[in-house]
């Protein structure tokens, strides 16, 4: 009886935690969707053209899957590089789904701070700014859109995107540079050569 009271679900590793959801332990799972939850809806906000009902759903979605699919969860790897590959192929699934329909809701902003911080000079307002780099974002092909997302709204190092993406370091950082260079041409006052 002690036994349970004794788990400090907060300071468990991912991992650890779900070593126990797999045991049916509904704390431990509670304890990841509480530290997961906000991040994945942020993404699926960001990948699904800022649709909040959509992304509530996907958010729902991928627990789910989670607790159907934790048997085949390793815990030898890191937890956060198996959620985020499976929300980035339910992201991918919608986007074949779709195929080139683009919504851009004039509400949502996301927030791009570690690009603000970068000493980059800008002339227009930034709230206008990140207006046109959300639709500019819209105009980035999937496999650019979802890296550039991870990298500068997720702020997944390079090397967790190559493995949510299964793809090599290199064409991670080739992709960025893409959609960075892509994205300068969008928006002139992006670009810091203008």
């Given at each position: 009886m002690g036994f349970f009271k004794s788990i400090d679900y907060n300071k468990a590793s991912d991992e650890n935690l779900m070593e126990k959801v797999c045991k049916k332990n509904h704390h431990a799972f509670e304890e990841l969707f509480e530290r997961y939850s906000q991040r994945l809806l942020r993404y699926f906000y960001s990948m699904l053209n800022y649709d909040e009902e959509k992304s509530q759903d996907f958010l729902q979605d991928l627990?789910?899957?989670?607790l159907e699919n934790a048997r085949y969860f390793d815990t030898n790897r890191k937890f956060s590089t198996w959620l985020y590959s499976i929300a980035t192929n339910?992201?991918?699934?919608?986007y074949r789904k779709l195929a080139g329909k683009?919504?851009?809701?004039e509400e949502y902003i996301p927030e791009?701070?570690?690009i603000y911080s970068s000493g980059i000079t800008f002339n227009l307002d930034k709230k206008l700014l990140q207006s046109e780099l959300e639709k500019s974002i819209e105009q980035l092909g999937y496999k650019h859109k979802s890296v550039f997302i991870m990298r500068f709204q997720q702020?997944?190092?390079?090397?967790?995107?190559s493995r949510i993406?299964?793809?090599?370091?290199?064409?991670?950082?080739?992709?960025?540079f893409?959609?960075?260079k892509k994205l300068g041409e969008l928006i002139p006052e992006f670009n810091p050569k203008n």
């Amino acid at each position: 009886m002690g036994f349970f009271k004794s788990i400090d679900y907060n300071k468990a590793s991912d991992e650890n935690l779900m070593e126990k959801v797999c045991k049916k332990n509904h704390h431990a799972f509670e304890e990841l969707f509480e530290r997961y939850s906000q991040r994945l809806l942020r993404y699926f906000y960001s990948m699904l053209n800022y649709d909040e009902e959509k992304s509530q759903d996907f958010l729902q979605d991928l627990f789910i899957k989670v607790l159907e699919n934790a048997r085949y969860f390793d815990t030898n790897r890191k937890f956060s590089t198996w959620l985020y590959s499976i929300a980035t192929n339910m992201c991918k699934n919608e986007y074949r789904k779709l195929a080139g329909k683009h919504f851009v809701s004039e509400e949502y902003i996301p927030e791009f701070d570690e690009i603000y911080s970068s000493g980059i000079t800008f002339n227009l307002d930034k709230k206008l700014l990140q207006s046109e780099l959300e639709k500019s974002i819209e105009q980035l092909g999937y496999k650019h859109k979802s890296v550039f997302i991870m990298r500068f709204q997720q702020e997944l190092p390079i090397k967790e995107i190559s493995r949510i993406m299964s793809i090599s370091e290199g064409t991670v950082k080739s992709r960025i540079f893409y959609s960075l260079k892509k994205l300068g041409e969008l928006i002139p006052e992006f670009n810091p050569k203008n």
